[in-house]
């Protein structure tokens, strides 16, 4: 179903519910991992619910380690909390090399791997992915939409966002989307696909949408990420009221040293 507020403070309760009748449910804790995480699409802190999506990864992986499912959601907040990309990158090849065709396990290592320094390899698991499960779940739908977005192939990169509705796209879902028709000169559309973007972050820049968990292992992909804003004509530096929040503001030719514009 659709992804809301309201369905993600649900599936929330749910999992608490599941975990207190049993402290000892792995998939629980990697499941509310997630939830934490989309609650941030709704307005939730993001580091707050960061913290504690790496939190109930990190329990469900001392619980199973041996779980392909519950090792690739350790390795996604490995590296979307900590930064940790090499951590994580050998999180994904472990659960891999337990279940090659899990689709979730596929969905994780497409989605994530790019910013491990291999968009590359991504792909060839977010094609994998696409085969054997054609008709997957909401959540799932979306995942290859980062290895084909930082491999270059923004043609399939856009028809993947289009498989989700607009209003259920995550906003870095949106971004890549615009982004990718942007890339192809697609501009009308690019265009509208920005607003929905700007919908869900009013007032973004740059800077400031890059302390959202983007890390990356190599500088093409940064650098496609910042050129993404470029194409859009959005706005590179934090403003003076963001700057207060970014401890490091990532250093741009458009804006001043250390700062913002």
Same mark, same amino acid.
């Given at each position: 179903?659709?992804?809301?507020? =309201?369905? @993600?403070?649900?599936?929330?309760?749910?999992?608490?519910?599941?975990?207190?009748?049993?402290?000892?449910? #792995?998939?629980?804790?990697?499941?509310?991992?997630?939830?934490?995480?989309?609650?941030?699409? *709704?307005?939730?802190?993001?580091?707050?619910?960061?913290?504690?999506?790496?939190?109930?990864?990190?329990?469900?992986?001392?619980?199973?380690?041996?779980?392909?499912? @519950?090792?690739?959601?350790?390795?996604?907040?490995?590296?979307?909390?900590?930064?940790?990309?090499?951590?994580?990158?050998?999180?994904?090849?472990?659960?891999?090399?337990?279940?090659?065709?899990?689709?979730?396990?596929?969905?994780?290592?497409?989605? %994530? !791997?790019?910013?491990?320094?291999?968009?590359?390899?991504? @792909?060839?698991?977010?094609?994998?992915?696409?085969?054997?499960?054609?008709?997957?779940?909401?959540?799932?739908? %979306?995942?290859?939409?980062?290895?084909?977005?930082? #491999?270059?192939? *923004?043609?399939?990169?856009?028809?993947?966002?289009?498989? @989700?509705?607009?209003?259920?796209?995550?906003?870095?879902?949106?971004? !890549?989307?615009?982004?990718?028709? #942007?890339?192809?000169?697609?501009?009308? =559309?690019?265009?509208?696909?920005?607003?929905? *973007?700007?919908?869900?972050?009013?007032?973004?820049?740059?800077?400031?949408?890059?302390?959202?968990?983007?890390?990356?292992?190599?500088?093409? =992909?940064?650098?496609?990420? *910042?050129?993404?804003?470029?194409?859009?004509?959005?706005? !590179?530096?934090?403003? #003076?009221?963001?700057?207060?929040?970014?401890?490091?503001?990532?250093?741009?030719?458009?804006?001043?040293?250390?700062?913002?514009?």
């Amino acid at each position: 179903g659709k992804r809301t507020k =309201e369905s @993600v403070a649900e599936g929330i309760d749910a999992l608490d519910r599941a975990i207190a009748l049993d402290p000892k449910l #792995a998939l629980a804790y990697s499941k509310r991992a997630f939830a934490h995480m989309f609650s941030t699409d *709704f307005g939730a802190d993001w580091n707050t619910s960061m913290a504690a999506a790496l939190a109930d990864a990190k329990k469900a992986f001392d619980l199973d380690p041996q779980n392909a499912v @519950v090792i690739a959601t350790y390795g996604n907040f490995l590296f979307q909390t900590a930064g940790q990309l090499a951590d994580a990158d050998a999180m994904f090849r472990k659960a891999l090399a337990i279940h090659k065709d899990d689709s979730f396990v596929l969905c994780i290592a497409a989605a %994530s !791997m790019p910013y491990t320094g291999h968009p590359e390899e991504a @792909v060839i698991y977010a094609d994998r992915q696409r085969a054997i499960d054609p008709h997957a779940a909401p959540a799932l739908i %979306s995942c290859p939409m980062d290895a084909y977005f930082f #491999a270059r192939r *923004f043609e399939t990169a856009a028809e993947v966002a289009a498989l @989700v509705l607009p209003e259920s796209r995550a906003p870095y879902q949106r971004f !890549m989307h615009a982004a990718s028709l #942007a890339f192809l000169g697609r501009d009308a =559309e690019a265009d509208a696909a920005a607003q929905l *973007f700007l919908d869900a972050r009013p007032g973004v820049t740059a800077q400031s949408y890059f302390i959202e968990g983007w890390y990356f292992a190599r500088e093409q =992909e940064r650098k496609l990420f *910042f050129d993404g804003f470029r194409a859009l004509k959005l706005p !590179m530096c934090a403003t #003076a009221e963001q700057l207060k929040l970014i401890a490091k503001p990532e250093p741009l030719p458009e804006c001043p040293a250390g700062a913002g514009g």
